[in-house]
């Protein structure tokens, strides 16, 4: 079965046709959405919704995969905001003939796959959601806010009126329109463009930079283990196969201190959409644990509990800012925020030039485009 018709296996909706107003909508479901509402909150408290497919609880807003402060720029960016001076890079491995590799040695690593060349970079072990001290009334204050549903399209409208300028719609799955003047995108720029009805309504450049940010599938799987299992601080980069072009599971683990766990792994391979089916995914996380078993013995017999999940989109390790115009943007009604936001250099003397703003990914492109709101 390929993920399209998965995603269609998804419970059966009751249809409710019904359309509503609200003048700011936020659409997102990870840590940078929990950011944006407690910003809003003080001065718009009563004129935003966010727009979810589920819940969101301290668990699900965290990073899934590895940890993603990693390469010079980011790095240095996020020690300039954060006190993690004393935070050392920790570096990235392969495994291939029956050992593990630095990358850069002699030895060459299996053909890396898109998203893939991110994770070689050193990084620094930092939590995402604790540098940013979110809490559970934090993430209790978005559900209060919530609309739970799924989008089949989006609309631009173009508004006459003065009072409640209707500048969106977003079609719901069960029937439901909800019009806003202000909307705040924290998906993927390449998943509007493709659920915008009417795409002539952007330029050509901003086409362009929409398409850039197409990324593939992540397939997700962690483990929360009750004893250490894997005795490495780096990234380990294991091969899906030493024959064929398939890619690789990357994954970092980091020990704790909690009942019943005592360290847990976090992985990520990314997945072609079209050829990805639910045999294609199960034997890649069968691989996965036989690559595990095999490198440390101590995984065989562990009691561990199992997280997988996909996802329609990943993060863009490389986006070109200078494709997309800010104002062109706020004529729209329309902010991105998140991991693949655009970055604006406000000025040369801030320290945020263009050039040091397109260095940017992943965690720390979606610190500083939220400073930037």
Request: glycine residues 4%; proline residues 2%; contains cysteine.
């Amino acid at each position: 079965m390929a993920f399209s018709d998965i995603l269609k296996l998804k419970k059966e909706e009751q249809k409710k046709e019904e359309t509503i107003f609200v003048r700011d909508l936020i659409v997102g479901s990870d840590i940078f959405t929990v950011l944006l509402v407690k910003k809003m909150a003080p001065e718009h408290k009563d004129s935003f919704k966010i727009l979810s497919e589920a819940k969101l609880t301290l668990e699900n807003i965290q990073n899934l995969g590895p940890y993603t402060i990693r390469g010079e720029a980011n790095i240095e960016a996020i020690k300039s905001e954060f006190n993690l001076d004393d935070s050392e890079p920790v570096y990235s491995e392969f495994y291939k003939e029956m050992k593990f590799h630095k990358f850069h040695s002699r030895t060459k690593p299996m053909t890396l796959l898109e998203g893939e060349d991110f994770y070689t970079h050193a990084h620094i072990k930092a939590e995402e959601a604790s540098l940013l001290d979110l809490t559970l009334s934090d993430v209790e204050r978005v559900n209060e806010c919530l609309i739970e549903n799924r989008i089949s399209s989006v609309e631009k409208l173009d508004s006459t009126e003065l009072i409640d300028k209707k500048n969106w719609a977003i079609h719901c799955t069960n029937g439901l329109i909800i019009e806003c003047e202000n909307l705040y995108w924290g998906e993927s720029p390449y998943q509007l463009y493709h659920l915008l009805s009417n795409k002539s309504v952007f330029d050509n450049e901003t086409v362009e930079y929409l398409e850039s940010t197409k990324t593939p599938l992540a397939l997700y799987v962690n483990f929360n283990f009750e004893n250490v299992v894997i005795d490495k601080e780096e990234t380990i980069f294991f091969p899906l196969s030493f024959t064929h072009e398939w890619g690789h599971f990357i994954g970092d683990v980091s020990n704790v201190d909690e009942e019943n766990v005592k360290q847990v792994a976090r992985f990520v391979t990314f997945v072609n959409k079209e050829e990805s089916t639910e045999e294609d995914i199960s034997k890649k996380i069968r691989l996965l644990k036989k690559n595990i078993e095999k490198n440390f013995e101590s995984f065989k017999g562990e009691n561990y509990s199992e997280q997988v999940v996909l996802t329609e989109n990943s993060p863009c390790s490389k986006i070109d800012d200078s494709m997309l115009s800010e104002d062109e943007l706020k004529k729209k009604s329309l902010t991105f925020f998140s991991y693949n936001a655009p970055l604006f250099a406000k000025s040369e003397d801030d320290g945020n030039s263009a050039d040091s703003c397109g260095q940017l990914s992943y965690f720390a492109r979606g610190y500083f485009a939220h400073k930037n709101i």
